[in-house]
C-alpha cells in the first residue's frame, strides 16, 4: 500500500514539475505514471550502485557527502529516466535539477512517514503493536 501511495505521489510531483517548471514536459498523466513506475525501478536496480561508488569520496569528504548522496542518486536517475521515455522530457540542466531536488525532498517525506510508522509499531516490524527489536 505505501508503495502505491509513493508511486502516485511521485506522478503526481512529475505533474506538478511539468506545469510550474518550463522545461519539463509531460505528454499525459500516463506517461507521468511511467515516469513513477521506472524511476523506481531504475532506483531499485541502480540506487544501489550510484551509492556505492559515492562511498569512498563521502568518506572522503568526513561525511559531508552523504547529506547530497540521495539528491546525487535521484539526478542520475532522474536523467536516464528522461532518455528512456520519449514522452517526458528535461530541456534544461537547471530543471533537471530543481526537479531532482523537489523529488529528492517528497522521498525524504515519504522515508521519514515510513520510520515514524515503524517506530511507533504501526509498519514493518511490529508485531501486535510493539516494535520487533531482533
Partial sequence: METLAHLAALAFTVLVL???????????????????????VLNFFLGWLIRVALFVPAILTLGLLFLFVPFIVNTVLLWLTDKLIASFEIGTTGGLLLSSAVITIVNSLFYASYVQSAWEGRGAGAISGHPRWI
Avoid at 511539468?18 to 514536459?25: F, T, Y
Wanted: charged residues 15%; glycine residues 4%; positive net charge.
Fill in 18 to 40: 511539468s506545469r510550474v517548471i518550463p522545461s519539463v514536459r509531460v505528454d499525459s498523466v500516463g506517461t507521468a505514471l511511467a515516469v513513477a513506475i521506472v524511476f523506481s
